[in-house]
């Protein structure tokens, strides 16, 4: 079957392009707020690995101020990670899987949040 030559310019737009803007919609002050509810009792509240409860884990928890190791991650890897927990992408089975709970939307949010803490962006 083949598309009208509009209709597959729509598809290219909505497969290619739009995970792009997707990643740009996130909003950082939102992101923000439920990382500090969320993963700061393990990350910190400030992102360095040092929320109150990391000291009795057995995996410290990542740093996300480190600039070099988060700027080696892409966005979506960052989002599998919160979304999928740490098991499910090789990382620390302590990491909870967060999808069941927040919306992609508020992943997407954290995403942008954490990209600020290290200032890196992939």
Same mark, same amino acid.
């Given at each position: 079957?083949?598309?009208?030559?509009?209709?597959?310019?729509?598809?290219?737009?909505?497969?290619?392009?739009?995970?792009?803007?997707?990643?740009?919609?996130?909003?950082?002050?939102?992101g +923000?707020?439920? =990382?500090?509810?969320?993963?700061?009792?393990? #990350? &910190?509240?400030? /992102?360095?690995?040092? !929320?109150?409860?990391?000291?009795?884990?057995?995996?410290?928890?990542?740093? #996300?101020?480190?600039?070099? =190791?988060?700027g080696?991650?892409?966005?979506?890897?960052?989002?599998?990670?919160? +979304?999928? !927990? /740490?098991?499910?992408? !090789?990382?620390?089975?302590?990491?909870?899987?967060? &999808? &069941?709970?927040?919306?992609?939307?508020?992943?997407m949010?954290?995403?942008? =949040?954490?990209?600020?803490?290290? !200032?890196?962006?992939?």
């Open positions: 079957m083949r598309l009208p030559f509009s209709r597959m310019v729509w598809f290219v737009v909505m497969v290619f392009l739009m995970p792009s803007v997707a990643w740009s919609a996130g909003d950082a002050a939102r +923000k707020q439920k =990382y500090q509810e969320l993963c700061g009792a393990c #990350h &910190g509240q400030s /992102g360095k690995g040092d !929320g109150p409860t990391a000291a009795v884990l057995p995996v410290k928890p990542r740093d #996300h101020t480190d600039a070099d =190791y988060m080696k991650l892409t966005d979506q890897q960052v989002f599998n990670t919160i +979304k999928q !927990g /740490g098991e499910a992408v !090789g990382k620390s089975p302590i990491m909870p899987k967060w &999808g &069941g709970i927040l919306t992609d939307q508020q992943i949010n954290i995403v942008v =949040y954490i990209r600020t803490l290290s !200032g890196s962006s992939k």
